[in-house]
């Protein structure tokens, strides 16, 4: 994509980004979920915005404040069932179990790993399905939730397996606030915890399937039920969304949501990184960067992630750390290094333990953080970023 730099450059080319983020909102637009809606006719209230609910209200003639009454009994109480509203009359129960539902996706499976992992293989009303896991943190009562926003992704990361599927669709904001909180009914904590109280299900990590700035409309929407303050009422530094790098999406991601942001870099150079993230042939490496530092409040205390596959032989070597660390320079951020994990027919090979250690030892000497993120679940297949995948493969199986 040609840039044209220099006196009044920056004009047209923040006129070349906003017609870019049009162009991206119109092709999500093709992939819109199927409406939240039952076959009997009834409407999903969950994924609705306030406004959205209230004019619902005012559709089958009620007063709007009852969209506060609901907000409260679905968000912060987590109820299903009308009848359990008691704030709600009996009669005004009935009527809204006539045309509502309070809905939750299907559960194909549920599996809990010995370290505490547990993952869900969910489904739409349309049969389609993606995962989402649960990540405890080792030593403390609390963890994350890795919720995914697409079924399949339009990109094509060379070590991901999401990245082999086709895009399917988007999920629409229901179906993904309805991960989280359907992980909340199994764990069950409702009503939502008041702040010092401890809960599992503390943060929420937007690194399952698919891309979620390639989905945003839907994300954002479900991130701001997630944050308001009067239901599950997460702050907006206990969600990260990690993007592969949609540099027109990343500014406005950052203006109306502001969560913590974490990028798949993966290479330092724009050749491999061209090769395994064929997205930055699009928006290269000086681009990316050059977004990460507008993005507002980045500060020691609030630090960009950097997502780092380690992939045996390709990107592990010291010189690429070094490069790494340069490319950093002046950003507030800290460097997640996550060992590859390898599928069938994938054309790439777990880095060596030692060639982990002496990157990370790198990176950290130049005083960024760099944990290596250790495999979780690995009984059960549960490595965020790589989901589905293995219980499509034993489906296939068993139908062959
Ligand atoms: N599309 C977004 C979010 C989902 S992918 C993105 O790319 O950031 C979430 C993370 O999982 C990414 O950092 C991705 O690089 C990582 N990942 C994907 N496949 C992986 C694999 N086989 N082994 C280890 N990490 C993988
Ligand atoms: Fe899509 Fe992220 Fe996988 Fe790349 S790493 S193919 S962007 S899900």
Redesign the pocket.
């Known amino acids: 994509m040609s840039r044209e730099r220099g006196a009044g450059g920056a004009a047209v080319s923040a006129e070349l980004s906003s017609a870019e983020r049009d162009r991206i909102l119109a092709k999500s637009a093709l992939f819109a979920p199927p409406p939240a809606m039952l076959a009997d006719g009834r409407r999903d209230l969950v994924g609705l915005s306030r406004e959205e609910l209230a004019a619902e209200m005012v559709a089958i003639g009620e007063k709007p404040f009852r969209a506060k009454q609901l907000w409260h009994w679905i968000y912060h109480q987590g109820v299903t069932d009308f009848a359990r509203m008691p704030s709600i009359a009996k009669p005004m129960q009935a009527k809204l179990a006539e045309r509502f539902v309070v809905g939750r996706p299907g559960v194909t499976t549920e599996q809990t790993s010995t370290d505490g992992t547990r993952k869900w293989l969910f489904r739409w009303r349309d049969g389609q399905e993606v995962e989402t896991v649960y990540i405890p943190s080792p030593d403390e009562d609390r963890g994350a939730v890795c919720i995914s926003t697409q079924v399949g992704?339009t990109?094509?990361?060379r070590f991901?397996h999401?990245?082999t599927q086709k895009l399917v669709r988007n999920l629409g904001a229901a179906e993904i606030v309805g991960q989280f909180m359907a992980a909340r009914d199994s764990y069950g904590e409702w009503p939502s915890p008041k702040d010092g109280t401890a809960r599992h299900l503390s943060n929420i990590v937007v690194m399952g399937?698919?891309?979620p700035l390639y989905n945003y409309e839907n994300t954002a929407k479900a991130l701001r039920i997630v944050m308001d303050h009067e239901g599950i009422a997460l702050s907006r530094r206990r969600i990260t969304l990690s993007t592969?790098g949609v540099v027109p999406m990343m500014d406005r991601c950052g203006a109306e949501l502001n969560v913590n942001l974490a990028v798949?870099l993966h290479a330092v150079t724009n050749e491999l990184r061209n090769e395994i993230?064929p997205?930055n042939r699009k928006y290269p490496i000086e681009e990316l960067m050059a977004a990460c530092h507008r993005y507002p409040g980045a500060s020691n205390a609030r630090r960009i992630t950097f997502e780092y596959v380690m992939l045996r032989g390709v990107n592990d070597s010291p010189a690429e750390a070094r490069e790494l660390v340069r490319l950093l320079r002046g950003l507030p951020a800290k460097v997640n290094l996550i060992p590859f994990n390898p599928w069938p027919g994938s054309p790439y090979k777990t880095s060596t333990p030692e060639a982990v250690r002496a990157f990370a030892a790198i990176v950290e000497e130049a005083g960024y953080s760099s944990p290596v993120r250790r495999p979780r679940g690995r009984d059960i297949l549960a490595a965020c970023?790589q989901l589905k995948t293995e219980s499509e493969r034993a489906r296939k199986a068993d139908a062959a």
Do not use: A, D, K
């Open positions: 992704c990109l094509s990361c991901c999401t990245g399937m698919g891309e592969s798949s993230v997205l970023g």
